[in-house]
């Protein structure tokens, strides 16, 4: 499985976190990886942890102000990219246009979905992975993998209908192993989450936790 910890904005210490999420993935077979803001990509990168920026824009180099270009990413050690975020939405062209610049940036994409109908459409513009996240558990500690089954397995459906190159990821809610072992049961080959880390009093424990079933 792949458990990729969104930092969001949230007000912790990204650095600490990324050394958590590096140490236990040195004791699991789970990939895990952080996608902080992208002032803190190169702080975090040098940690040595997998890094994932949260977004990237449809632009190459020159005249864009405020944007976030792929090759500035990856040169800050970036692995990955998130497209398409519930709190970032983008329109389908700008999903098509990220996901190329990531492509030329060699950044890994997942564009996330609110539904497993858009979850069919974002795979047939060949991202590596799609994730499922209904808006309306993410944040809640309701995990999606035993909230809502049926928005998980429709998602692998419409992604595997499409292309089965296409790896299903799914979040929101999640944050113990039980919900991780749900998701993968469901056919999920990775969660991603936020709030049951970054916000967590203790982020070491919450992800020995996640990954203690695996
Ligand atoms: O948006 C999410 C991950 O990208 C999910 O957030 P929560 O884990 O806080 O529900």
């Not at 990729?4 to 699991?28: F, G, H, I, M, S």
């Not at 047939?124 to 998980?152: F, K, M, N, R, Y």
């Amino acid at each position: 499985m792949f458990i990729l910890v969104n930092l969001k904005t949230y007000p912790c210490d990204p650095v600490a976190v990324a050394e958590a999420v590096r140490d236990v993935d040195e004791k699991t077979d789970a990939r895990l990886a952080v996608a902080p803001q992208d002032a803190h990509v190169e702080r975090v990168a040098a940690t040595g942890v997998e890094t994932w920026a949260q977004h990237v824009d449809p632009i190459d180099h020159g005249s864009n102000t405020g944007h976030a270009l792929a090759e500035s990413l990856a040169e800050a050690g970036a692995e990955g990219t998130l497209i398409n975020h519930s709190e970032k939405r983008l329109k389908l062209a700008d999903i098509d246009g990220s996901i190329r610049a990531a492509e030329r940036a060699g950044l890994e994409t997942i564009v996330c979905a609110n539904n497993p109908a858009q979850i069919g459409a974002s795979a047939a513009l060949g991202p590596d992975a799609v994730a499922v996240e209904p808006p309306e558990l993410i944040g809640t500690g309701t995990p999606v993998s035993q909230a809502d089954p049926d928005v998980v397995e429709d998602a692998v459906d419409a992604a595997d209908g499409v292309d089965d190159d296409v790896s299903v990821l799914c979040g929101a809610g999640i944050s113990t192993g039980e919900d991780v072992v749900s998701a993968a049961d469901l056919g999920a080959e990775g969660v991603l989450l936020a709030s049951g880390v970054a916000k967590a009093d203790d982020p070491a424990a919450a992800l020995a936790d996640l990954v203690d079933p695996l």
